[in-house]
C-alpha cells in the first residue's frame, strides 16, 4: 500500500524549491550539494530526499513552476482582454505589468532560469525551453497586434527580445524595496515601448 502524504506535502516542497533557489543563486547549481540545500531548508539530507530524489530534480520541479508561472500569466492576459474586448495596447501593457509584479519575488528562480537550464537533462530542458519560447511568442504577437504599422518580419524579434531583455534582467539592480518599485518600472518600460524617451 502506497504511503499517505502528509497534509503539508505540497508546503514542504515549495519551501525546499525557495530555499534551494537562494543556494543556487548564492553558490552556483553546480557548487551546491543535496547537503548544502537540506541545510539551508533546516532539515536533514534524508528528508531532503523524501520529497525529492536528486539535485536536479530539484532544479527540474524549481524551473518547472516558474516557467508554467510565467506561461500562464500570459495566457490569463490574453483571456482577460479577450472577455473584455481590450485595445491590444491595453493587453500589451497589462503582459508587461504582470510579468514584473511576478518578477519582484522571484529573483532567485529567475538567476536559475537564466544559468542552469543547461544542467537538465535533454528531455526536462527542451520542456522548459519550449515554454520559455511560448512565453516570447505571446510577448512577440502582443507587440505585433499593438504595433501593426510599426513591425514586420524583419523586426519583431528584435523589438520583442529588447521588451524582454528591459523586464528579464531587472534582477540585476532592480531592488523590490528601492525608491523605483517593479509597478513604476513597469510603467516606464510601457512608455518607452509606446512613445520612446522622448514621448510622454
Known amino acids: 500500500m502506497a504511503r499517505t502524504q502528509a497534509a503539508d506535502y505540497e508546503s514542504q516542497r515549495a519551501a525546499i524549491l525557495e530555499n534551494a533557489a537562494a543556494a543556487f543563486a548564492e553558490a552556483g547549481y553546480a557548487a551546491c550539494s543535496m547537503t548544502d540545500i537540506a541545510e539551508k531548508s533546516g532539515a536533514s539530507k534524508a528528508r531532503l530526499y523524501h520529497y525529492y530524489e536528486s539535485k536536479e530534480a530539484i532544479l527540474y520541479d524549481l524551473l518547472d513552476r516558474?516557467?508554467?508561472q510565467l506561461l500562464d500569466?500570459?495566457?490569463?492576459?490574453?483571456e482577460r482582454a479577450a472577455s473584455q474586448g481590450a485595445?491590444?495596447?491595453d493587453e500589451l501593457q497589462w503582459l508587461i505589468a504582470g510579468f514584473l509584479d511576478a518578477y519582484r519575488t522571484a529573483?532567485?528562480?529567475h538567476i536559475a532560469l537564466l544559468n542552469d537550464v543547461k544542467f537538465l537533462g535533454e528531455a526536462q530542458r527542451e520542456r522548459i525551453v519550449e515554454r520559455e519560447r511560448a512565453v516570447v511568442d505571446a510577448f512577440a504577437d502582443a507587440i505585433r497586434r499593438a504595433f501593426p504599422q510599426r513591425v514586420n518580419s524583419a523586426n519583431l524579434r528584435a523589438l520583442t527580445m529588447m521588451l524582454m531583455?528591459?523586464?528579464?534582467?531587472?534582477?540585476?539592480?532592480?531592488?523590490?524595496?528601492?525608491?523605483l518599485t517593479y509597478a513604476d518600472y513597469a510603467a516606464e518600460v510601457t512608455r518607452?515601448?509606446?512613445?520612446g524617451l522622448g514621448g510622454r
Open 66 to 68: 516558474h516557467t508554467r
Open 73 to 78: 500569466i500570459a495566457v490569463q492576459v490574453r
Open 107 to 109: 529573483r532567485t528562480r
Open 192 to 195: 518607452v515601448m509606446f512613445n
Open 165 to 179: 531583455g528591459a523586464m528579464n534582467w531587472t534582477f540585476t539592480w532592480l531592488s523590490p524595496d528601492g525608491p
Open 87 to 89: 485595445k491590444p495596447r
